[in-house]
């Protein structure tokens, strides 16, 4: 990701499908909030440079909304 960032900057399409993925490999890692913040900056970025309804973007947003509710139900479990 970080070669894709560099050689076709931060906001190409090829760039935020190597963000996503490694998003959901660090999320099957165990890595929750680490996967959760990077696919923030994922959505973010797309929301920049994808039109509204872009299956790309509507995805990510669908899945970052899914992993902050896990998150949440976690940490309400925990308190």
Do not use: Y
Not at 4 to 18: E, I, M, N, Q, V
Not at 20 to 29: D, E, G, M, P, S
Not at 49 to 55: N, S, V
């Amino acid at each position: 990701m970080e070669t894709r960032k560099k050689k076709l900057g931060a906001d190409h399409p090829s760039t935020l499908t190597s963000m996503a993925n490694l998003a959901w490999t660090w999320k099957r890692f165990g890595r929750s909030a680490e996967a959760i913040g990077l696919l923030q900056e994922c959505v973010h970025l797309r929301c920049q440079t994808l039109r509204a309804g872009h299956p790309d973007l509507v995805s990510s947003q669908e899945t970052l909304a899914e992993w902050e509710a896990e998150q949440a139900g976690r940490n309400l479990a925990t308190s």
